[in-house]
């Protein structure tokens, strides 16, 4: 009786997800509300989880409890250790929930609500669980080996170097266009200017308690900071309206960008404790209060979504980016349906401590699942605001217009219709100078925030609140992922010179941590400038630039995967990890051939750089811009040659992994696996 | 709710590394000190932040 309950209810949640996909798939007209795409999204994944994870742990994976994981098997206290799987769970999903599934939904609202919606549920379904999940098996078969090295040994030299590019590669590109993300946010913004730089101060004082005044005492230190950050946020408002102290705090992009590098230089330098860990755990702690507290918020308010389900501009003519639905939602949605990322998170700390085997299956699968949840969060977010203002928001002044007058009498003719009035009371409203031209997708996401909170709590008179509290929490952890990621980016960098100059090795080493930190941030800093001078905004270059290169890793990850399911005897199964795999090279590399030769000068870079070269040429540049134009035509080749890289590698590496599987299946070619041998668990279940 | 609000806590302290220092504690047969803490702290963020963080 009970076994036929239970296959009701899940008939019923298929059968309501089902009716939730096909409402928002084919409605049209009148606004939806929000709550069909969270019942979408939730009853697709508890189908996905409950079948198609299970069905992948159970048969292809085989999941062995009676097999010692690492965590037993090397048990050291300190990377080595069993834990809890709920726990884990919400240790691997604070790890891999950074700002992509935030801002990719946001950016790829300009199609409608629905391309997004749907990449999301199935992408993280079919895609980016699987290959969370397979990843993590993997290294946990391996004593919790990295991506890297499981490339090296499963796929051969090429892959293992390949991935090591790629990583550098990408972050170099993720810096650039987080840090846009956070200038774009804060550009002529002294209430969000004032507050991110308050938060300076308190992670060093953050630091200094921890180190010594309460030294262990990290959820004690952390809510000391998180009260004073919003102190920080109270103490913006202030700023903001002193005729004093806001012209202080009132920086141009340039000048932002500026001191984005200068900081990233520093913080890079500086001891880990005394900057960066402490605003590191007070960030995650943020970043994971205020996901809970929008899920909250969407469920309370339940709000309606004002975006069309499908806009105008899935012809490729979109303001915040260029290009059609195919191939472009997706790669800007990356991290919410399936990211590369997630492959080095998954072969980093998670596997060193799963207690069973077993518990792969919520730690991998549900965890990923979990953050495809908060894309969904993310573009309700964008959704919620009227399209006029979402445009307003989002469109680079060299599309619609410096001006006001410019920019709404464009964006109304789109048949999205704004007026200048209600941009400047909203602007008013939150506290900003002005809304027009935020690009980078922090602001419209801060606004919908905003929107949803102030419905629950305080009302529009605390709308402005809202709003720099979500810019905060945004600018926070991208902060923290600038620090880290300079430091991971020297510490490669040393480690490469370190072959050339033997000093370089040593990671304390002054002139070798300087000189690497140096050319770390030049390198992500070129391109954070390239961004703040396009005309274009710099996210229509710079964000497909990032998914494409992430996607990269995403090949690279699932290449891996199907190698290893096939060494495994498990080949008449590799269509789980071959279908997202098809996908993720379709998507990539026509992304990436369009990027470099698609004749439309805002998609192809060689064709931007070859009309801007003509209008040199035919001398309709004025003379003071002739510099400025020489520049961006050098920086559409660097962009073309960096796609160009990317696809090259994308492609070595699939040639080289197809070729393998090729001589394993024929039997001409080792199927030897590193996998480590069977070691029989000492455990009782209720040990664990 | 007892359960969840300690489920919650220990989420935290998972996060926050406070449980690893207990555990680093334990393992070594060590008591708390200002010195422990700075010792299990570096070797944990000098791993860490060799390690890229998620986009």
Redesign the interface.
């Known amino acids: 009786m009970q076994r036929l309950l239970g296959r009701l209810a899940w008939v019923l949640v298929s059968a309501l997800g089902a009716l939730c996909l096909g409402g928002i798939a084919i409605h049209r007209g009148e606004p939806i509300n929000s709550i069909w795409l969270v019942l979408a999204g939730a009853c697709t994944f508890l189908v996905g989880y409950r079948f198609y994870a299970g069905f992948i742990a159970a048969k292809v994976l085989c999941l062995d409890d009676r097999r010692a994981t690492p965590a037993e098997r090397l048990r050291d206290g300190h990377d080595f250790e069993p834990t809890n799987k709920w726990i884990l769970f919400g240790h691997h999903f604070a790890a891999i929930a950074g700002p992509g599934p935030l801002v990719g939904p946001t950016l790829a609202a300009q199609f409608g609500y629905l391309p997004g919606t749907l990449w999301i549920i199935l992408g993280a379904v079919i895609c980016g669980a699987v290959q969370d999940f397979v990843v993590l098996f993997c290294s946990m078969r391996r004593n919790g080996k990295s991506l890297g090295q499981m490339a090296r040994e499963e796929l051969g030299r090429t892959g293992g170097v390949v991935a090591m590019i790629a990583v550098l590669a990408i972050m170099v590109i993720l810096l650039a266009v987080v840090a846009l993300v956070v200038v774009n946010a804060l550009k002529d913004s002294p209430w969000g200017a004032f507050t991110i730089a308050a938060t300076m101060p308190i992670a060093v004082l953050m630091g200094l308690m921890l180190r010594y005044w309460r030294p262990g005492k990290v959820l004690e230190v952390s809510l000391v900071g998180f009260v004073l950050v919003v102190a920080g946020v109270f103490g913006g408002q202030w700023v903001s309206r002193s005729a004093q102290f806001a012209p202080w705090f009132t920086f141009g992009a340039l000048t932002l960008a500026a001191c984005i590098v200068v900081y990233g230089f520093v913080a890079s330098a500086l001891p880990v404790w005394l900057l960066l860990a402490p605003r590191d755990y007070l960030s995650t702690f943020v970043k994971l209060g205020v996901v809970m507290l929008l899920a909250v918020g969407i469920l309370a308010v339940r709000p309606q979504l004002q975006m069309a389900p499908l806009t105008r501009f899935i012809d490729g003519t979109g303001p915040i980016f260029a290009g059609k639905i195919f191939p472009f939602c997706f790669i800007t949605i990356a991290c919410g349906a399936i990211s590369g990322f997630h492959s080095l998170i998954s072969s980093g700390t998670s596997p060193k401590m799963i207690a069973r085997e077993s518990h792969a299956l919520p730690v991998g699968y549900g965890s990923m699942l979990l953050e495809g949840f908060v894309a969904l969060m993310a573009m309700i977010a964008a959704c919620v605001l009227e399209p006029g203002v979402f445009f307003a928001v989002n469109s680079p002044a060299g599309i619609v217009g410096a001006s006001p007058q410019a920019a709404v009498a464009t964006i109304t003719a789109w048949g999205f219709p704004v007026t200048a009035d209600q941009m400047a009371h909203l602007a008013r409203h939150v506290g900003e100078q002005t809304l027009f031209a935020r690009t980078g997708g922090a602001p419209s996401l801060a606004l919908g925030m905003a929107h949803i909170f102030a419905r629950g709590v305080g009302g529009d008179a605390i709308l402005g609140f809202w709003y720099h509290f979500a810019i905060m929490f945004e600018a926070l952890f991208i902060l923290t992922i600038l620090d880290a990621g300079t430091r991971v980016g020297r510490f490669m960098l040393q480690d490469l010179l370190g072959h050339v100059y033997a000093p370089f090795h040593r990671i304390g080493w002054m002139p070798g941590v300087i000189l690497a930190s140096a050319a770390m941030v030049l390198a992500w800093g070129y391109f954070l400038f390239q961004g703040v001078q396009d005309p274009l905004g710099g996210i229509n270059s710079l964000w497909p630039l990032f998914g494409i290169a992430n996607q990269l890793l995403a090949t690279i990850a699932l290449c891996l995967c199907t190698t290893i399911l096939i060494k495994l005897h498990r080949a008449r199964y590799m269509g789980i990890t071959l279908v997202p795999l098809a996908w993720l090279v379709a998507a990539t590399f026509a992304a990436s051939w369009q990027k470099i030769f698609s004749a439309v000068p805002r998609i192809g870079f060689l064709a931007q750089a070859s009309q801007l070269q003509a209008r040199l040429d035919a001398g309709l540049v004025v003379a003071a811009k002739i510099g400025e134009t020489r520049t961006l035509i050098f920086n559409a080749r660097l962009d073309a040659v960096m796609c160009g890289l990317f696809l090259v590698m994308s492609a070595v590496v699939l040639a080289d992994s197809i070729r393998l599987w090729a001589g394993i299946l024929a039997g001409s070619r080792d199927a030897r696996t590193s996998e480590a041998p069977f070691v029989l668990s000492q455990w009782n279940a209720e040990e664990i | 709710m007892r359960r969840l609000f300690a489920?919650v806590l220990?989420?935290?302290?998972?996060?926050?590394?406070?449980n690893?220092?207990r555990?680093?504690l334990?393992?070594?047969g060590l008591a708390?000190?200002?010195e422990h803490?700075?010792s299990f702290?570096?070797?944990?963020?000098?791993?860490r932040?060799?390690?890229?963080?998620?986009?």
């Open positions: 489920f220990c989420l935290l302290r998972e996060i926050g590394d406070e690893a220092y555990r680093h334990a393992a070594h708390h000190s200002a803490w700075r702290f570096d070797a944990k963020a000098r791993a932040y060799q390690r890229a963080k998620c986009c």
